[in-house]
Structures are given as C-alpha cells and as structure tokens.
C-alpha cells in the first residue's frame, strides 16, 4: 500500500475531518495539496452539502456515504477506486458516484485500491483494483486481473443479506447473519477459510465455515 498517510475522523454532528498526506488529493481539500510539503499536520473539516453517516480511506482515496445515502470520492484512483468511469483518476474534493445515486447506501469498505459499498436492503455493490480477486464478482469479470472503474452488484453465496462488509489491502470479508464470506487475495490465510497459498486466492466468495452460526458485532481488515 503506498502513501496510505492520511487519516479521516467524523463528528457526531455529520462534520468530517482529515488530515496527513494530501499528495493524491486524499483530504478532499483541495489547498492542502498545495502546501510544502503537501499534507494537513491538524485536523481540518472536509466542506459536504450533507451529512456524513460513515467513511473510509484507502491508499490515495478517500470515501465517504451521507445521511442521504450517497457516496462521496475524492483522491486520486488509477484502478477506477474512484467509481466515477475509467476517464476519472483524479479528484480534488468530494464527489458523488452517479452510479449509486438513488441506492440508499448504508456503508463503504475501502481497501487500498477497492471499494465494495453495502446497501440498506443487505445487496453489495464493488468497483476499483481486482489483481487480486478482491471485488468478489467470480464469473462477472472474464478475468481476475481486470479492474471496474463503475459499482457492479456483488452476488453472495445462496443470496444472502449483507450486514457489514470490511476490506484489507488485497481482500474482502462479507457479514451476514451466522455467516462469513472472503474474496481475494488469501496467500497469508486471511479469508479463513482454513487454506492458505497463493493458489487459494479467490475472485468470488466463498464461505468462512469456522464462523458459521456466529452473531457478529464489528469486524476490521487489516494490511
């Protein structure tokens, strides 16, 4: 993960703050860009028409959903992390994605270069890097090094609800009630699916059976 300097807090009044590197416009502020050197050593809010509700940062972008349920991204997204369409790699300051507009979107994971965003109604939706089969979408791409720079649906395993999605550098972990999914990279064993290797990555997802009946609170992803 490179340059992934910079932080993102949320107020309780829906304000959101950032601050460290702002090298790939990572902050949302555009004038930090232009400091020397580029970054915010104190926090400074992040200007939204709207409500923030949750955020997450990735490498060299930032995400956040509003109160709304629309998703804001700004930074800089050479693996369409960004959403906005393959001719979008850069942007200054927040923007929403067209492609999720009207969704109603609860929250969004971000890895270093994907984001997966999880509706209100449980559905998944994933765009940005997937080198490593991170977006979960299996036979969706006719390859596991492609990237989608638009949100495409996620489809889980027997179509189950999603109630809280997380993502590490290279992969992706779907909650669900009494079960855990895993897509993408696995050579370290972080999908737990009791396998390791790099042969045992996975571009679609696949069932974490030592979780299977448990009731989850909160989970987290890792580098």
């Not at 490179?2 to 460290?20: F, I, K």
């Not at 800089?76 to 942007?91: N, Q």
Request: glycine content about 16%; some cysteine; aromatic content about 4%.
């Amino acid at each position: 993960m490179r340059n992934s300097w910079h932080t993102l807090a949320l107020g309780s009044g829906g304000e959101l703050y950032a601050w460290g590197a702002a090298n790939h416009h990572q902050l949302g502020i555009p004038e930090a860009a232009e400091e020397k050197p580029p970054q915010l050593n104190a926090p400074r809010c992040v200007f939204l028409d709207q409500r923030v509700v949750h955020a997450a940062a990735g490498a060299t972008m930032s995400a956040c959903v509003t109160e709304g349920g629309a998703v804001y991204t700004w930074g800089e997204g050479l693996h369409g992390e960004l959403g906005h369409g393959a001719a979008t790699t850069s942007l200054p300051s927040p923007v929403a994605v067209a492609r999720l507009w009207g969704l109603r979107v609860a929250s969004v994971a971000v890895g270093a270069h994907h984001c997966v965003a999880r509706l209100r109604n449980g559905q998944l939706m994933a765009w940005g890097d997937n080198r490593h089969g991170q977006l979960g979408l299996g036979a969706k791409l006719s390859g596991s090094g492609e990237s989608l720079s638009v949100p495409t649906p996620i489809d889980l395993p027997g179509g189950k609800p999603c109630r809280l999605v997380v993502a590490g550098t290279t992969h992706t972990l779907a909650l669900c009630a009494g079960a855990a999914f895993g897509a993408g990279r696995n050579a370290e064993g972080q999908l737990g699916i009791a396998e390791k290797g790099a042969s045992t990555t996975r571009a679609a997802f696949v069932e974490a059976r030592a979780l299977k009946g448990v009731r989850f609170l909160a989970a987290a992803g890792g580098a």
